[in-house]
């Protein structure tokens, strides 16, 4: 396992990160994955044995069940750990119990605290973008828990490219904390965050960590075209197959994945995390698993790496189409330094 540094922070964490979002069985969250105590131990276990230092959790997930199962799967190891969850989501009916408002955040930050069994939170993360919360008050709030301790460093998540440039903004005109790194969604078939958010976190010095690196699974190679994957896996079930992406473009990139898979003798899953983790811009993969085989079949992806070629069949196979300004912009850059180039 290797460790690489959080963005320009002076974090190092493992290039895999556990991802808890399957612990708890509350609600919607109970068909992500239903875990126990005794089966999360187990994977947490597995995890840290194989040199995993960074662990995922959400208060939103299983509504705090994933933060009290987490919390107690790592006691004993809790100083060795770099502990990260979010807030943001509505957590009860309750009209204020949703948000990045101040109130929110303080009493969310209190809350997971308490269900993780910690004093401090290394990394907490804004979930998503509030469109009803000035960027003032989040970040002012979450000043204030990382100058009481709380908090070590703050993070945001699915956020567009100008939201994150503001915030950076808002932080550097008000001696406020800045975000060392963003989770976004990222894979094979979905490079969205290759057009404008990772030119932006490579120029500001933000770390990347990616959710949902296997697109919900897809990416294992278990779902066969026109027809369903294993009962038991997360996109055969109902209302689990909301990550989007282009299926038919989707399974020809999928093809090239097997194919490289095969000659290597690793899984689909293993070539495609390896292919973020050789993305320069990548802290680190998130990766989610329900049984003890897949994860220890995800960590393996640290033990080899894909050659320059295998990236180039990769990277051709799932190139985004030139949107605008790229296209121009790509072109009017050729004058720089060429003197002679007179359109």
Known sequence: M????????????????????????????????????????????????????????????SYGQSEEILGRAIQGKRDKIVLATKVRGRMSPEINDVGLSRLHI???????????????????IVHSFDFMTPLEETLSALTDLVRQ????YIGCSNFFAWQIMKAISISEKNYFEKFVSLQAYY????????LEIIPLLEDQGLGLTTWS????????????????????????????????????????????????????????AQVSL?????????SSVLIGATK???????????????????????????????????WMLETTKLDRNNPSMIL
């Not at 993780?116 to 907490?124: E, F, N, R, S, V």
């Not at 894979?187 to 290759?194: F, G, I, M, P, T």
């Not at 897949?294 to 196979?317: G, H, I, P, R």
Request: glycine share 8%; net charge neutral; with cysteine.
């Open 2 to 61: 290797e460790y690489r540094q959080l963005g320009k922070s002076g974090l190092l964490v493992s290039e895999l990160c556990f991802g808890a979002m399957s612990f708890g069985a509350k609600g919607y969250w109970e068909k992500v994955g239903g875990l126990d105590q005794k089966v999360a131990q187990r994977l947490v276990d597995i995890a840290f044995d194989n040199g995993i230092n960074f662990f995922d959790t959400a208060d939103v997930y």
């Open 106 to 124: 303080i009493e969310s930050c209190e809350r997971s605290l308490k269900r993780l069994g910690t004093d401090h939170i290394d990394l907490y």
């Open 149 to 152: 301790g709380k908090v070590r």
């Open 187 to 194: 894979s094979l078939v979905a490079r969205d965050v290759e």
């Open 213 to 268: 690196p296997l697109a919900g699974g897809f990416l294992t190679g278990k779902y066969p075209r026109g027809g369903k994957g294993p009962s038991d896996a997360r996109r055969s079930k109902e209302q689990q197959n909301f990550i989007q992406f282009d299926e038919d473009r989707a399974y020809a990139i999928l093809d090239e994945v097997k194919k490289i898979a095969d000659a290597r003798g690793v899984t689909p």
């Open 274 to 282: 390896n292919y973020l983790l050789r993305k320069k811009a990548v």
């Open 292 to 326: 003890p085989e897949q994860l220890e079949d995800n960590l393996k992806t640290v033990n080899w790496k894909l050659s320059d070629d295998e990236m180039k069949a990769l990277d051709a196979v799932s190139l985004l189409p030139r949107i605008y300004p790229a």
